[in-house]
Structure formats: structure tokens, C-alpha cells
T-cell receptor, first 115, second 110 residues
Framework: DAGITQSPRHKVTETGTPVTLRCHQTENHRYMYWYRQDPGHGLRLIHYSYGVKDTDKGEVSDGYSVSRSKTEDFLLTLESATSSQTSVYFC??????????????FGPGTRLTVL | RKEVEQDPGPFNVPEGATVAFNCTYSNSASQSFFWYRQDCRKEPKLLMSVYSSGNEDGRFTAQLNRASQYISLLIRDSKLSDSATYLCVVRGFGNEKLTFGTGTRLTIIP
């Protein structure tokens, strides 16, 4: 299995509080991604990174920010959590140097509940 | 219209049967295609890539029809361990972003 960890694995928080989720990889992959998964919507891309300090928005980026200060860590921050951000969050990694049909490897996920 | 559409199921299939899933995609410029498998409360994992010529991996066969913009997955001699949600995944040309279908849930019945 790819070396990807996410922390915390579960979190319950209150509306209006800041939350930071961490994704850590030991694979030295260039690309890192944050997705959320909700019933009826599948996996949706929030933000992604194509290198240290290089990030871009995905399709559901409102209310989220990210940072990548080193290759192995990609942080997702909810500045002021809302109940609509209750979801399962997955981090993923990939490396285009592996070829066009390269695979995205996923972390174990973080279950976030915003009350 | 969603970029990637799948029949959500559930498909309840007896052990040993053959089951097929289809998936359609809307962007004709899509470049790469995959099937991912996701077990309950787990992360998605790549099952197989889908090549233009079709490809087979053991009991699993994937087909791509670019003209009709659909992808299929066939599972033969289904096992209890095949019970999972199968995600159809598409990648556009020249980028690393994937678009996921909502998944098809499969339950194999003993």
C-alpha cells in the first residue's frame, strides 16, 4: 500500500470553528489532492497541489484553503466550519512521471462532523 | 448532466454469476479511463485501467467505446469478496484531475 496517512481520522467540531486536516505521504509523489465524498455526489475534488507551494482549486473549493510547504504534507483548512462540510475527506497522491495512465493512491479518509 | 454517470444499483447477484456495469462520460476529450473499487468505509483503490482495445485481468474485463462514450466492467464467476462499490473514473487530456462517477454498489449473495 502507498504510504499515505491522514490525521485526524475522525473529528467532531462545532459550526464556526476552524479545522485543519493533514495528509502525509512517504512516496515523494509530486501531486496531492483533497476530495470530499458525499452520498449521491461521489468523490469531488476540493483542491490539489502540483508541487511545493503550487496549488489550484477543484470543483468544490469554496470554504476551503490548502497549503503545501513541503513535498510530504498537504493541509486542508476549513476556516469556519459549516454543517454542509460534514463529509468524508480523502487525500490522494499521484506522480505523472510514472506515465500517462498513472494511478491516484488514496489515504484512509477523515470523517468530519460539523454540529 | 453529470460528467460521469453510473447506475447506482444496488446490484444483488448470486455467487458465481456474471455481472456487468456500464458508465457514460460526457467529455469527448477525455483521455484515460479507470475502474476503482471502494469497500464500505474504506478508501477507493484502482481495480483496473481501461484501454481502447479492451483489457482483461483474471475475472474482470473492461471495455471502452469512444464513439458512444461509455465504459463497461464485466465480472465473471463472481465471489463474495467482489461485494463493493465500483467507481467509474475519467481523466481529461493533459491534466492530472480525475472525475468520479457516484459508484455502483454490488452485493454478491451466497
Amino acid at each position: 500500500d502507498a504510504g499515505i496517512t491522514q490525521s485526524p481520522r475522525h473529528k467532531v467540531t462545532e459550526t464556526g470553528t476552524p479545522v485543519t486536516l493533514r495528509c502525509h505521504q512517504t512516496e515523494n509523489h509530486r501531486y496531492m489532492y483533497w476530495y470530499r465524498q458525499d452520498p449521491g455526489h461521489g468523490l469531488r475534488l476540493i483542491h490539489y497541489s502540483y508541487g511545493v507551494k503550487d496549488t489550484d482549486k477543484g470543483e468544490v473549493s469554496d470554504g476551503y484553503s490548502v497549503s503545501r510547504s513541503k513535498t510530504e504534507d498537504f493541509l486542508l483548512t476549513l476556516e469556519s466550519a459549516t454543517s454542509s462540510q460534514t463529509s468524508v475527506y480523502f487525500c490522494a497522491i499521484s506522480d505523472p512521471a510514472r506515465g500517462q495512465l498513472n494511478e491516484q493512491f488514496f489515504g484512509p479518509g477523515t470523517r468530519l462532523t460539523v454540529l | 448532466r453529470k460528467e460521469v454517470e453510473q447506475d447506482p444499483g444496488p446490484f444483488n447477484v448470486p455467487e458465481g454469476a456474471t455481472v456487468a456495469f456500464n458508465c457514460t462520460y460526457s467529455n469527448s476529450a477525455s483521455q484515460s479511463f479507470f475502474w476503482y473499487r471502494q469497500d464500505c468505509r474504506k478508501e477507493p483503490k484502482l481495480l483496473m485501467s481501461v484501454y481502447s482495445s479492451g483489457n482483461e485481468d483474471g475475472r474482470f474485463t473492461a471495455q471502452l467505446n469512444r464513439a458512444s462514450q461509455y465504459i463497461s466492467l464485466l465480472i465473471r464467476d463472481s465471489k463474495l469478496s467482489d461485494s463493493a462499490t465500483y467507481l467509474c473514473v475519467v481523466r481529461g487530456f493533459g491534466n492530472e484531475k480525475l472525475t468520479f462517477g457516484t459508484g455502483t454498489r454490488l452485493t454478491i449473495i451466497p
